[in-house]
């Protein structure tokens, strides 16, 4: 059975008279004694559906097209352009069927753009804020970002790989793992694919990408954290920290250009805007803390910088995107190469963008005493990383990786003040349904 011949943005492109079928959501009801106006919605956009109640039009259609908002029709039609037509076009109607019926109440009206419920609201009603054009423009964005992504990596001769989700320790460090029951055993959900994607490229697949789920234990309940977040992560052989950014520079800079393109409407309808840097500068962290030292923030140095310091570095050198490289060894992750003149400073780098960071990466260490060594240092037990250790035993090559946030960047990007906007179905400390 066939539900419709054209979407409605396509349906806007075809000739006066020509005959047409739309199916979507029954958006707006305007009923009058000569006329019934409906609105008509779906994925693409809305259409104007014009019944005259002079005869020529059954009442079972009419009947229909009052039917309560968010009802699913399917309507045969005649196309019709003038200028008394919303948009210019408008559907006569010759047979209405509806597809679903409404049970009940919609828990609300998505079309009252002066009443929007919170977020929790929403949340809890996901399927309804769903239909809400904004709301879709966030997640055409994230289908742009991550198709830029995966596109500019296939064209660079990257391979795309798939990591396990289900890990026999903390990949990062850390207690901060969501236990799982693996039959007689236990085991976790991965906090990161990161020492994975290394083993790929010591096994000689060289330069691998992936998009992939990990989850965080961490109680966190913030407007920039989740549970369950995607990751776009790259590794790649033979390369340093220096190479690595020139990589993330690259492909951030493609996703920022596709977005600017291809998501004029979405960004519009968003009330967001973005612009393509030229270059990505990069600071080291000794800098930037005698950046805000000098510009009244105290901060000492080995501290993490704050959302607040990380904005102000953003204002003080009036950029929107910038790495900051060359972080002490002791704050980073036990797998972070310390820089060859200066083992208190490891060669490990973030990307910030708008004030949050979005991207974080290192030269990873491959030699395996060394790797034991600072496994040690950071309070962890090697034997847990036993079968990670062994895999740099037997000839690996120096390699670097990153990883960015999907919800994050697409949060800065569509201007979302909290980042449970950017997911279809957040996990937090509190939800776990829908």
């Not at 600072?374 to 035993?393: A, M, R, S, V």
Request: glycine share 6%; hydrophobic share 40%; net charge negative.
């Amino acid at each position: 059975m066939k539900f419709r011949t054209h979407y409605i943005s396509e349906a806007f492109n075809l000739d006066d008279g020509a005959e047409v079928m739309l199916a979507g959501w029954l958006h707006e009801v305007r009923d009058s004694k000569k006329f019934c106006f409906a609105v008509l919605r779906d994925k693409t956009g809305i259409m104007q559906i014009t019944a005259k109640k002079d005869g020529s039009i059954s009442e079972e259609v009419i009947s229909a097209l009052t039917s309560p908002k968010e009802t699913v029709l399917q309507i045969v039609g005649i196309v019709a352009k003038g200028k008394g037509a919303r948009a210019g076009v408008e559907i006569i109607p010759k047979e209405v069927k509806i597809l679903g019926k409404v049970h009940g109440k919609v828990p609300f009206d998505i079309t009252d753009r002066d009443a929007v419920p919170e977020l929790d609201v929403r949340l809890d009603n996901r399927h309804i804020d769903l239909r809400r054009p904004e709301v879709q423009a966030i997640f055409r964005v994230r289908a742009t970002v991550q198709q830029a992504f995966r596109d500019h990596l296939i064209g660079a001769g990257f391979d795309e790989i798939v990591p396990t989700v289900i890990v026999a320790a903390a990949t990062e460090g850390g207690a901060d793992l969501f236990p799982i029951v693996y039959f007689e055993r236990e085991a976790f959900l991965a906090q990161s694919p990161q020492l994975y994607k290394q083993m790929a490229v010591v096994g000689g697949l060289d330069k691998v990408f992936m998009q992939i789920p990990v989850f965080r234990a961490e109680p966190h309940n913030t407007t920039t954290h989740l549970n369950e977040i995607y990751q776009m992560d790259v590794e790649v052989g033979f390369a340093d920290d220096d190479e690595a950014m020139n990589i993330l520079s690259d492909v951030f800079l493609r996703i920022i250009k596709e977005v600017s393109e291809k998501n004029k409407r979405e960004l519009d309808m968003l009330g967001a805007s973005v612009s393509v840097p030229s270059e990505i500068p990069r600071y080291t962290y000794s800098e930037l803390v005698d950046l805000l030292n000098n510009n009244g923030e105290k901060i000492e140095w080995g501290d993490d910088f704050n959302r607040k310091q990380e904005r102000m570095i953003g204002e003080l050198k009036n950029v929107e995107a910038y790495f900051i490289t060359k972080w002490p060894t002791n704050v980073r992750a036990f797998y972070s190469m310390p820089s060859s003149d200066n083992v208190e400073v490891c060669n490990a780098f973030d990307l910030i963008y708008r004030g949050l960071e979005i991207s974080s990466g290192a030269q990873r260490i491959h030699d395996p005493d060394l790797l034991a060594k600072q496994i040690k240092k950071q309070g962890l037990n090697p034997n847990d990383f036993e079968f990670y250790i062994k895999t740099f035993k037997s000839g690996a090559p120096p390699h670097s990786g990153w990883s960015i946030g999907v919800e994050r960047l697409v949060m800065k990007i569509c201007g979302l003040s909290n980042i449970r906007e950017a997911v279809l179905y957040p996990r937090d400390h509190n939800r776990l349904q829908p």
